[in-house]
């Protein structure tokens, strides 16, 4: 995949750099997907080769990237067209991300952050979450600034033509909401957005990002507390079983329920999980991931010379998400 011809090729002209990199942003988080296998991965040399691995925007060579890739890619594409940017690393949280410098912005851009990362929420055309005002250059002590920046985002986003698609998505969902309001069960709701929903041609990652989008805004439950798992189990002749199954809170109590694969969801017992495990399905759930409140806190420490020793770092990510798992894997 040639990267060069399906994105820098395509933008328009006379842009900005800081239109330039929110183009760049959106049009390559269409094209790459996150590697969820990353996370599962308890292999510490297959774990540092797809870490590491060298990336080529002429021909890429793998859609599947993880934070580091996702960096290097960006980077490399702001290069390209002359627009300054630095790859920055935690080490305690194993992530990486780019910092965009323009003439008057440092903006804090993370495709694979977040807990609805921007990799699936741009293929829903959703709003990027972690295209954000890092600083402004010079000694703009505006205190506005952050609306202004947001505002500046929402005017280029009209101009690519971004804000029309999201229009559409959202307008979408507004639509289906009003449908499944008169619909009496949760299963029965739940069965019906997912007829009505195109699920074609998304993993099962970013098919659960966008389902949980779909549910939250449709149903009224709350975000974080839907979620969906996948168990699976390896068969004799090679074939996988793959089970899918999503969890809801409504009214105070917590739902199971089992896909079918086509239209349907059942409503199991609890017991019905434990149960697959001890006949040797395997489960992932994913999880609000990765970090981006703490990074982009730890960022600002760095910009205003502030800075925090690594005991304090742990300290204050055990305190915002010591219960929330990245992966749960049995």
């Excluded at 999980?273 to 006949?279: D, G, S």
Aim: hydrophobic residues 35%; negative net charge; glycine residues 4%.
């Amino acid at each position: 995949m040639n990267l060069i011809e399906l994105i820098i090729n395509k933008m328009p002209a006379n842009l900005t750099d800081l239109e330039k990199a929110r183009f760049i942003y959106v049009e390559l988080g269409r094209l790459v997907f996150f590697d969820t296998s990353l996370i599962s991965n308890t292999n510490e040399e297959a774990y540092k080769k797809k870490f590491n691995r060298k990336i080529d925007i002429t021909n890429l060579d793998d859609t599947f990237v993880n934070c580091q890739n996702w960096s290097h890619i960006y980077s490399d594409l702001l290069n390209y067209v002359g627009i300054k940017n630095e790859i920055k690393v935690d080490d305690i949280f194993s992530h990486a991300w780019v910092n965009v410098h323009t003439d008057k912005y440092v903006i804090y851009t993370d495709a694979t952050g977040d807990r609805d990362m921007d990799l699936s929420r741009i293929k829903r055309s959703d709003k990027p979450g972690c295209f954000s005002l890092l600083n402004t250059v010079g000694d703009d002590e505006d205190l506005d600034i952050d609306n202004k920046f947001d505002q500046l985002i929402e005017d280029i986003d009209t101009k690519l033509g971004y804000t029309e698609e999201r229009e559409k998505f959202y307008n979408e969902m507004l639509k289906l909401k009003h449908i499944v309001m008169d619909i009496p069960s949760l299963a029965e709701k739940m069965q019906y957005i997912i007829k009505h929903i195109d699920l074609k041609n998304r993993n099962f990652f970013d098919g659960s990002s966008y389902l949980k989008h779909v549910f939250f805004n449709c149903l009224g439950t709350d975000y974080h507390k839907i979620e969906s798992a996948k168990f699976s189990k390896t068969l004799l002749d090679g074939s996988v079983i793959s089970i899918k199954c999503f969890y809801l809170y409504d009214n105070g109590k917590i739902h199971y329920y089992i896909y079918n694969g086509t239209d349907k969801f059942d409503e199991v017992d609890k017991e019905i999980f434990t149960k697959l495990t001890n006949m040797g399905y395997s489960v992932e759930c994913y999880r609000n991931i990765p970090f981006i409140k703490g990074i982009r806190e730890f960022t600002r420490y760095d910009a205003s010379k502030k800075s925090k020793t690594k005991l304090q770092k742990e300290a204050l990510y055990t305190k915002m998400y010591a219960k929330e798992d990245l992966i749960v894997k049995r």
